[in-house]
């Protein structure tokens, strides 16, 4: 039928017929297997919408209709699916996008009487799937950390060297030693000081100490779960010469890093072994439940 249409415009345009000589209405009949489709365009939609379809739209809609019945499709509306016979034999399904549908929860009771009525039931467990985060670089990455590994172990090989200037406290003059009682650490505090201890003293860094001065361990709790270990150092603070030269103030800082573009920061993986204190501090110990240790500076 959208052949003989466009064979009449055809005919009509190139005749040079005037518009009042046009036809106005033409009468068509559905057969056969478009009678069938145009039904159930009625029955999907309604007579109003499909008695309203103006010419371009029933155009369109025959010539995919034509190109259904050229490629022997089946359309199954219920599914939004249309089936196409291959030349070989195979089936070939399309779906169309199907909206989504909310869940509807239920109560327990709703449940219940579902269950009680023989209803078939599914148990399923879903787990929230972390999304790998992207544009995280590692330091394995950089070529730069990777040209000198070597300032990046895994693990502390020892002290460090030896410097023209070592670390100090300046206490205040005439200031008493000062030691605390050990605190109270759970069993399992315990036994990750005992390994920790025993870990330092292997790698040098820590020495038994008799020393009057004495701070307690505590063991914080990290992120990961594993502790770090504390030493409070409260009761030295208050023996300690406070500083007294002025600071820069933060805002200044912030300006002097106008145009900069790569930054740095220190991150100790632990502060109290990292720098050479002062013979004077040898002395200066952490008192534990096993013992009394000295932070080794040389």
Known sequence: MFQWFDSIEVTLRQS????NL?????????????LDWWNAERNKHGNDVAYGLTWD???DIIVGMDFLCENRAEVVCSYKMIHFSLTNGDLLCVYGEVASKKIQLMSYIQASKYLHKECKAFLAHIVVAEKEKKGKTLAKDVPLVCEFLNVFPDDLPGLPPSRDIDFRIDLIPGANPVTK?????????????????QELLDKGLIRPSTSPWGAPVLFVKK??????????????????????????????LFDQLQGATCFSKIDLRSGYHQLHIHDLFDQLQGATCFSKIDMTSS
């Open 16 to 19: 040079g017929c005037p518009d």
């Open 22 to 34: 046009r036809t106005v209405n033409a009468t068509g009949v559905f057969q056969s297997r478009a």
């Open 57 to 59: 739209e029933l155009k």
């Open 181 to 197: 009682s050990p605190y109270r650490l759970a069993p399992s505090e315990m036994r990750e000081l005992s390994s920790q201890l």
């Open 223 to 252: 992120k990961d779960g594993s502790f770090r270990m504390c030493i409070d150092y409260r009761e030295l603070n208050k023996l300690t010469i406070k500083n007294r030269y002025p600071l820069p103030r933060i805002d200044d």
